[in-house]
Nanobody
Framework: QVQLVESGGGLVQGGGSLRLSCVAS????????MGWYRQAPGKQRELVAV???????NYADSVKGRFTISRDNAKNTVYLQMNSLKPEDTAVYYC????????????WGQGTQVTVSS
């Protein structure tokens, strides 16, 4: 069982920056993918950014050029640096970790609120 603890959310004005952190613990096996998803009120959860095993990084088109994901494998931590924030970035941000053994295991953090005022 993998536990994910997020931190760094909050309220920021449009154009501002925030940095999210997520620490993973409890995994007996290597974590394959670590990333961030978000869910705004009334909308489905969507991928924001992910660092896959081997270092491949994917971003949602809506955040490219503004957000940067990074991962410290020694600390089992993933970060999301969010710059030039927009009101439409307002959502609950969830950390995600994937462990692949014979099947794929998905783990989620409790979520951290990011609110961007106009």
């Amino acid at each position: 069982q993998v536990q994910l603890v997020e931190s760094g959310g909050g309220l920021v004005q449009g154009g501002g920056s925030l940095r999210l952190s997520c620490v993973a613990s409890g995994s007996r096996f290597s974590i394959n993918d670590m990333g961030w998803y978000r869910q705004a009120p009334g909308k489905q959860r969507e991928l924001v950014a992910v660092v896959r095993n081997g270092g491949i990084i994917n971003y949602a088109d809506s955040v490219k050029g503004r957000f940067t994901i990074s991962r410290d494998n020694a600390k089992n931590t993933v970060y999301l640096q969010m710059n030039s924030l927009k009101p439409e970035d307002t959502a609950v941000y969830y950390c995600n970790a994937v462990v692949v053994r014979t099947i794929r295991y998905n783990y989620w953090g409790q979520g951290t609120q990011v609110t961007v005022s106009s």
